[in-house]
Each structure stands twice: as C-alpha cells, then as structure tokens.
C-alpha cells in the first residue's frame, strides 16, 4: 500500500482490497472490545466508512492493518462511552453457539475453546487488548504501542500481566472441572 498512489480511479479497487483483506480482523478486535455481536457489526460498518472517506489521506506511515485497528479501536471505545450505551444497554454474557459434534473429543475441544474465551472476555480491558492484538492478529511491540497510544514498555507489561492472569484462570478452571 505504501507504493501504490491513490487516486479517483483506483480507490474503489483498493478499498475493496481492504475490506477483504482486513474486514474479519476488524469485526473481531471491535468485538473483543466491546462484547456485542451487534454492535461489531455497527462499528464495523463505521470503520469501513470512515476508511474510504480518509483513503486518500492514509499516507503509509503504518501497515493498513494496523490503520484500520486504530479506527475500530477508537470507534469501539466511542461506542463505549456513548450514554446511549450506558443508558440503554444491559450487558449480559457472550453467548456462543452450541453446534455440538456427535464425537466426544469435539465436545471436549469445543468446552475447551469456550473456557478460554470466557476467560480472555474476564480480563480488564486493557490486557485483553494487548493479549489479542498479540496472539489473533499479531502485531509488534511497536504497533501495538502505536495502535494504543502506549509505550512499548507498557505493552510489554500488560502483555505480561494478561498472559499470568490467563495461566491462573485456566489453572482454577482446570481444577473445577
């Protein structure tokens, strides 16, 4: 992206490029942060929006990834404080889909996955961030800093905090079972 120049004629194909490219990250990390398939969907919807209005000003300074991560996560966080939100909205817990397999071993790989998830959803919100950007989209020290307005020092310690806090939970969860 950082190559290509934009221009009227190519933006169309360039941003269609992006949504393919980066639409399913974008739903999830705004999902993680804000626990709303619905909203996901909104703010997703926004992102996208809002990245083909500023496309011609994006001037490569970043990955368009991590670009696009920055709007979610600023859009999330807006959708957050919103007092509609917290007028309106009564949080429940994340439901998953129950799409039992008849063989055992799916079952218990599928209780598996969903404790891990539960757990991830438990913790605060800014380690949460940091373990996902880490472990589903992979992102360096530095972009995460960059994404989150943070040191990289501070990635490094919430990443760290959230990593012991996930051993713990699953140890605790592992002897309830």
Known sequence: MKSIKITSDNVDSIFGDLMAAYGDDVWHYA???????????????????????LLHRFEGRSSPKTWLLTITRNKSINWLKSSFIKRVMLMGSV????????????????????????????????????????????????????????????????????????????KEEGGKL
């Open 31 to 53: 999902f993680i942060l804000v626990k709303s398939k619905d909203a996901a969907d909104d703010i997703t919807q926004d992102v996208f929006l809002n990245a083909y209005r």
């Open 95 to 170: 439901a998953h889909s129950t799409n039992q397999k008849s063989a055992e071993q799916e079952v218990l790989d599928q209780m598996g996955v969903h404790a891990i998830w539960q757990s991830v959803l438990r913790l605060p919100a800014k380690q949460r961030e940091v373990l996902i950007l880490d472990a589903h989209y992979q992102l360096s020290y530095s972009e995460m800093a960059g994404l989150l307005g943070i040191s990289e020092g501070t990635v490094k310690s919430r990443l760290h905090r959230a990593r012991a806090r996930m051993e713990l939970m699953l």
